[in-house]
């Protein structure tokens, strides 16, 4: 049923296309909009509809397993040489997303995949699928991967992973399959051959230094005569010491003979009776003799004081000689102790990645998923509906808007902005 409005010519034109008013419509027009396009908005809203209700119907619902890693500061993040702890400390937030790296990279994927079968994985359905063909492993790797997700447990040190796929019991075998090869490559990228040979070959340089410089400290104490450095040291301090008390007496000694002497000399200047002449004489002779002893005594004593001097210089010099390879001994020993010990701990490490013990413990296998995510076939459909509604009402005003005719007297008064003066309806 149409309208037909006779309006007055009166006035000038306005408004835009469409039978709705510029400003907002009103209650009466928005149904009138609706009851004019009824039956096509029954045919959108049934094809919505149904396009929703298919489409619910022939997607296949998404299981998700879910898992739970505990990560802890095991073994694995202790330094290989030096300190027990590192310099920088680790953050359980960087180690959980260092794990999830590893967790979600490339290679285990690939591997997963080729554990559990490209084909078994993702079989081929529909025309669409064997018109395409089987998976190549970068396509189901790609697949795969958007399946997968992991998230950290803030706070913790809990690495919770969820991996979807249409079979639940698949979606259960491929997420354990995941973790196991997950649980090796951890320890792989750890823990390696390579690093415990590189560590045994140091270890045979640093035994072999020690043996050098152990064999250098004892040729120089043979060949210097270093035995007791303290002990040699002060005997040579004594006999020194012996040397110069001895030098002094024997000066003090010659100065008292030649006061002696020269007085011996004035008394001899003087008459005196031949007998005391000749004492004095006798005096005078023995007194030389001494005088030439307590030289010589002086002399051997100061000779013997250089030699001792020499030695006490020469002791100190092979002493800070020795100090050096005693260092250099210590220093040799402690890497070689330290290598030493790393070494067991990497041999201790390889028997433990053998029997498969990691700071990473599985908390969570996760079991068979029994319900889909996402919302059920209910929901869907109801959400279709509401879909489809909306879809049909917009349809309704695009279709009056782009319209050429009007659908009320009003709209036409305020689109012409003219007064209508006859409404005739017309039945088609």
Not at 128 to 141: F, I, Q, Y
Request: aromatic fraction near 4%.
């Amino acid at each position: 049923m149409d309208s037909l409005n006779v309006v007055d010519p009166r006035g000038p034109v306005r408004g835009g296309p469409g039978g709705l008013q510029e400003g907002a419509p009103g209650g009466r027009e928005v149904l009138t909009v609706l009851f004019k396009h009824m039956r096509r908005m029954v045919c959108v809203f049934a094809a919505v509809a149904a396009l929703v209700a298919v489409l619910s119907l022939v997607r296949r619902p998404a299981y998700e397993a879910q898992a739970s890693i505990l990560v802890e500061l095991g073994r694995e993040y202790r330094p290989e040489l030096g300190q027990e702890r590192p310099l920088m400390p680790v953050t359980p937030e960087e180690v959980l997303n260092s794990e999830a790296q590893v967790l979600t990279s490339e290679n285990l994927i690939r591997d997963a995949i080729e554990a559990l079968g490209a084909r078994r994985l993702y079989p081929v359905r529909g025309l669409l699928g064997r018109l395409r063909g089987t998976l190549n492993l970068a396509e189901a790797a790609r697949r795969f991967r958007k399946d997968l997700s992991t998230a950290p447990v803030k706070r913790s040190s809990v690495l919770h992973v969820k991996f979807k796929h249409g079979d639940p019991a698949i979606a259960a075998e491929a997420l354990h399959v995941l973790l196991d090869l997950y649980k090796q490559r951890h320890l792989e990228i750890v823990f390696n051959d390579t690093t415990l040979r590189f560590l045994q070959g140091r270890l045979r340089e640093y035994e072999e230094k020690l043996k050098g410089s152990e064999q250098r400290w004892e040729a120089f104490r043979q060949g210097r005569g270093v035995f007791d450095y303290p002990e040699q040291m002060n005997q040579l301090l004594r006999q020194r010491a012996d040397l110069t008390t001895s030098y002094r007496q024997a000066g003090v000694e010659l100065g008292e003979i030649q006061r002696r002497l020269q007085s011996l000399a004035g008394a001899l200047q003087l008459s005196r009776p031949l007998e005391v002449q000749g004492e004095l004489q006798k005096d005078r002779i023995r007194l030389r003799g001494e005088s030439q002893s307590r030289r010589s005594r002086m002399a051997d004593v100061s000779r013997l004081l250089g030699e001792v001097d020499q030695q006490i210089r020469e002791m100190d010099q092979n002493q800070t000689q020795l100090a050096a390879l005693r260092r250099e001994v210590t220093d040799d020993e402690k890497n070689h102790q330290m290598y030493k010990a790393k070494v067991e701990e990497m041999r201790l490490s390889s028997d433990m990645n053998q029997h498969r013990i990691s700071n990473v413990n599985v908390i969570d296998e996760g079991a068979v998923p029994t319900r889909p995510t996402g919302p059920g076939l209910g929901l869907r459909l109801a959400i279709g509906a509401a879909l489809a509604l909306l879809s049909a009402v917009i349809y309704a005003f695009a279709a009056e808007l782009t319209g050429q005719g009007m659908s009320t007297p009003e709209a036409a008064e305020k689109r012409l902005n003219l007064p209508v003066l006859v409404s005739v309806k017309r039945y088609s």
